[in-house]
């Protein structure tokens, strides 16, 4: 997440009951913890200006996002039910995952170059399909996240469908549903 935006939100809260601190100057420990630490933050707050809530929605996707443990996936639908208690959102979840702040560049060709704590890359389509991955370019990548998945001890057959369906990821922690 930019900095600019955690200065924002530190503002914001500033003169609030809660304040929002960066304590580590570590990126990935930074990243990992963001999601769950705004929403934190935003979660008891009443009165915030309307232009957070967009961004409250994303940080409650990420924060269900990095609970899906290593060689488990989950689906859009999924995170959408757990977020908002409906799937009528899931093309939403898929928005706020395209527009993920893990950098994602075409100079990467193997899949450790790709590193996201959140594990955007483990979401999938509801039919259990891989579904699709873009890069910061816009071009399509997919063949990364399989082979990322692969990694993870997660297989696909030649049609790029989930193999085990018992790899599906579904014991969320609870957290308040989005209005």
């Known amino acids: 997440m930019d900095r600019k935006v955690i ?9 609030g009951e809660k304040k929002l601190k960066i304590v580590c100057d570590w990126d ?16 008891e707050k009443e009165n915030f200006p309307i232009e957070l809530k967009d961004l409250l929605n994303a ?10 443990p290593k060689g488990r996936v989950s689906t859009y639908k999924l995170i959408s ?40 890359y483990r979401i999938i389509r509801s ?17 990364m996240k399989i082979s990322k998945l692969k990694g993870e001890t997660v297989k696909f057959d030649e049609r790029s469908y ?10 969320f922690s609870n957290i308040k549903k989005i209005d």
């Open 81 to 120: 039910s757990h977020a908002y208690g409906s799937t009528k959102f899931a093309r939403q979840v898929g928005h706020y995952l395209k527009n993920c702040s893990c950098p994602f560049s075409a100079e990467m060709t193997e899949p450790d170059d790709y590193q996201c704590p959140r594990g955007c």
């Open 28 to 43: 990935e420990v930074i990243q990992s913890l963001e999601p769950f630490a705004l929403y934190q933050s935003l979660e």
């Open 59 to 68: 940080v409650k996707v990420y924060y269900l996002c990095s609970q899906v």
């Open 127 to 143: 039919n259990l399909h891989v579904g699709d991955f873009i890069d910061d370019t816009g071009k399509s990548r997919v063949e």
């Open 162 to 171: 989930l193999v085990n369906k018992k790899l599906v990821f579904e014991d």
């Open 7 to 15: 200065r924002s939100f530190y503002s914001h809260f500033k003169n």
